[in-house]
C-alpha cells in the first residue's frame, strides 16, 4: 500500500498524511517483535495531533477553518477520525470548535459523544432560530457536536440547497472552527457539493482497501469541483516495524 499511497500523493491528494487514529491491532497479540506492549491509544493520539497540526494549526491568513472529512467507501473509519480531530483541535485552540454530522443516512458521531440525535441539522435548515440553538456542548467546553437531525428524504438535495449554504455561513461565523463528516464519495455526491462550501477536504483511505485507482478518480472528480483536497488520512493500517521503534519516528 505504500507505494500506492505515493503514487497518491503525486496524483494531488493534497499533503499525503499518514495518520491512523483506527489502527488496526498489531499482531503477535498487541506485542511488537520484542515482546513490548503497544501503547495504542498513545499512538492514536499523536498521530491525530499531527493531522490537526498539518491542517489547522500551520498559521497564516489562508489556514482552513471550515473543513470536510470524506471517506471512499463505507467502513474507512471516516466518522472517528473526524471526532477524534475536533476533540483534539479543541484541546489545542482557545476559540470554540463545531463538529458537524453530515452524514444523514447513516449518522453515528452522537454515539461517540454519548448523546442524542434527535435535534440537529436538518431542523436547523428548516427553521430560523440561531445555529447554536440546535447545537450540544460535548466533551470540553470549547467543543459542540451539530447532530443530523431528523431524516428527510432526498439527503443530497438538503445538503446541497441554498438554505445550506447560508447554514455554513452561519456556522463560519458562529465558530472559530468547523469539522464536517460527510458520506462516502465513492456512493454519494454530498460531499463535492460541502466541499465547494468549506476550505477544503480530508480524504479518508482504508489501507489494505482502498485501491490506487478508486482514490485518483475521486481526487480527479475533487479537482474537477475545483474541491481543494487539504490532505490524505491513510487509516486502519498495520506497521511492519515495531511499534517501539515507530513511537520515536
Request: neutral net charge.
Given at each position: 500500500?505504500?507505494?500506492?499511497?505515493?503514487?497518491?500523493?503525486?496524483?494531488?491528494?493534497?499533503?499525503?498524511?499518514?495518520?491512523?487514529?483506527?489502527?488496526?491491532?498489531?499482531?503477535?497479540?498487541?506485542?511488537?517483535?520484542?515482546?513490548?506492549?503497544?501503547?495504542?491509544?498513545?499512538?492514536?493520539?499523536?498521530?491525530?495531533?499531527?493531522?490537526?497540526?498539518?491542517?489547522?494549526?500551520?498559521?497564516?491568513?489562508?489556514?482552513?477553518?471550515?473543513?470536510?472529512?470524506?471517506?471512499?467507501?463505507?467502513?474507512?473509519?471516516?466518522?472517528?477520525?473526524?471526532?477524534?480531530?475536533?476533540?483534539?483541535?479543541?484541546?489545542?485552540?482557545?476559540?470554540?470548535?463545531?463538529?458537524?454530522?453530515?452524514?444523514?443516512?447513516?449518522?453515528?458521531?452522537?454515539?461517540?459523544?454519548?448523546?442524542?440525535?434527535?435535534?440537529?441539522?436538518?431542523?436547523?435548515?428548516?427553521?430560523?432560530?440561531?445555529?447554536?440553538?440546535?447545537?450540544?456542548?460535548?466533551?470540553?467546553?470549547?467543543?459542540?457536536?451539530?447532530?443530523?437531525?431528523?431524516?428527510?428524504?432526498?439527503?443530497?438535495?438538503?445538503?446541497?440547497?441554498?438554505?445550506?449554504?447560508?447554514?455554513l455561513a452561519e456556522l463560519r461565523r458562529e465558530f472559530e472552527f468547523v469539522l464536517i463528516d460527510a458520506p462516502p464519495?465513492?456512493?454519494?455526491?454530498?460531499?463535492?457539493?460541502?466541499?465547494?462550501?468549506?476550505?477544503?477536504?480530508?480524504?479518508?483511505?482504508?489501507?489494505?482497501?482502498?485501491?490506487?485507482?478508486?482514490?485518483?478518480?475521486?481526487?480527479?472528480?475533487?479537482?474537477?469541483?475545483?474541491?481543494?483536497?487539504?490532505?490524505?488520512?491513510?487509516?486502519?493500517?498495520?506497521?511492519?516495524?515495531?511499534?517501539?521503534?515507530?513511537?520515536?519516528?
Open positions: 500500500m505504500s507505494k500506492n499511497f505515493e503514487s497518491m500523493q503525486r496524483a494531488g491528494l493534497g499533503r499525503a498524511i499518514r495518520v491512523s487514529p483506527a489502527l488496526a491491532e498489531p499482531a503477535l497479540g498487541g506485542r511488537d517483535q520484542n515482546g513490548a506492549q503497544w501503547d495504542l491509544d498513545k499512538i492514536r493520539w499523536e498521530e491525530s495531533l499531527k493531522l490537526v497540526q498539518r491542517v489547522f494549526l500551520q498559521g497564516g491568513v489562508e489556514s482552513p477553518r471550515v473543513v470536510v472529512f470524506a471517506g471512499i467507501s463505507p467502513g474507512s473509519g471516516c466518522s472517528q477520525i473526524c471526532a477524534q480531530t475536533a476533540d483534539i483541535l479543541a484541546g489545542n485552540v482557545s476559540g470554540s470548535v463545531c463538529l458537524v454530522e453530515a452524514n444523514l443516512r447513516t449518522p453515528s458521531l452522537p454515539a461517540f459523544f454519548g448523546t442524542t440525535n434527535h435535534y440537529g441539522l436538518t431542523d436547523a435548515l428548516l427553521a430560523e432560530d440561531s445555529i447554536r440553538d440546535y447545537a450540544t456542548q460535548v466533551s470540553t467546553e470549547n467543543l459542540w457536536l451539530l447532530s443530523s437531525g431528523s431524516m428527510p428524504s432526498g439527503s443530497g438535495v438538503v445538503l446541497n440547497s441554498e438554505r445550506m449554504r447560508s447554514r464519495l465513492g456512493e454519494y455526491s454530498d460531499a463535492v457539493g460541502l466541499g465547494q462550501l468549506a476550505d477544503g477536504l480530508v480524504l479518508v483511505l482504508e489501507a489494505n482497501s482502498t485501491r490506487r485507482e478508486a482514490a485518483l478518480r475521486i481526487a480527479e472528480n475533487l479537482n474537477a469541483a475545483h474541491v481543494q483536497i487539504l490532505g490524505a488520512v491513510l487509516n486502519k493500517r498495520t506497521f511492519p516495524i515495531p511499534g517501539s521503534l515507530y513511537s520515536r519516528l
